[in-house]
């Protein structure tokens, strides 16, 4: 797993050229890289939501779309769509920017609610279906999408079922005083993104996908993940809990975390610390907006009451 442990450092380190002081967040990006998952940026204007795509997908040797997101946005803009060519006499597909690698849907919860449906086949299925006809995407394939959880005129908030599509949900919250300080010395006199450059291919990123599936992951830190899963179902402020695809979520995050870490087995502290941005945004509380407790509350208090194998 050493190897697995190097590359990924040599990812975190080339994003983190442009991303400053967020090496946490940045690590959990690299978590869902490594498990072919896919990732919400959640947060208020400004603090690098769209540069943190950005700075992934110049990191690997992938191609890149980005899909800025609006309420007249229809689902053929993304998908693509059949037209008919005069010269040959016969309809052609025109793809879409859903057929690239790495996707940034910036501004997710702009577009209408049949337009956000759009990529639920393509984030899950990796593929699309354009008159009948279906076809794959290629590989890897991963969707970033951001939204601002501040401003909600003329936003229609992602359906539960689309949610529960992304892997993770991060936010990058306002930087501190040194690393913003840092931010503006680095931006003086061109921005560092433009000198970013390929670090890892596409196709070392799949190989390294499938070791990382070959993480030993013991029966009762299994148990350990179905238990806490369970717990967000019979929590009194919680209205609606995780799904099984949250358990699948914990259970590849834990194996990456470990990998990241060159270890070739889980240990309780990696599911513990991939918990709630796996599972915060597939709850719903009781209480959500009220002032009651919040979803990162509710699951700090479960990790309390399930014993630790």
Known sequence: MDSIK???QRVIANVEKVIVGKHEEVKLVMIALLCDGHILVEDVPGVGKTMLAKSVARSLGCTFARIQFTPDLLPSDIVGINIYNQKKGDFEFRPGPVHNQ???AD???RATPKTQSALLESMEEKQVTVDGVTKHLPRPFLVIATQNPIEYEGTFPLPEAQLDRFLLRIQLGYPDFSAENEILKRQQIRHPIED????ISGEELIETQQKVKEVYLDEKIREYIVHLVHHTRKNAHVYLGASPRGSLGLFK????AAAMDGRDYVI???VKK???PVLAHRMIGKADGLGGKGRQEILQDILQEVPIP
Not at 196 to 199: A, G, P, R, S
């Open 6 to 8: 190097k590359l990924t």
């Open 102 to 104: 790495i996707i940034l």
């Open 107 to 109: 501004e997710i919860n």
């Open 196 to 199: 970013l450059t390929e670090v």
């Open 253 to 256: 995050c834990a194996q990456a």
């Open 268 to 270: 309780p502290d990696d």
């Open 274 to 276: 991939v918990l709630v």
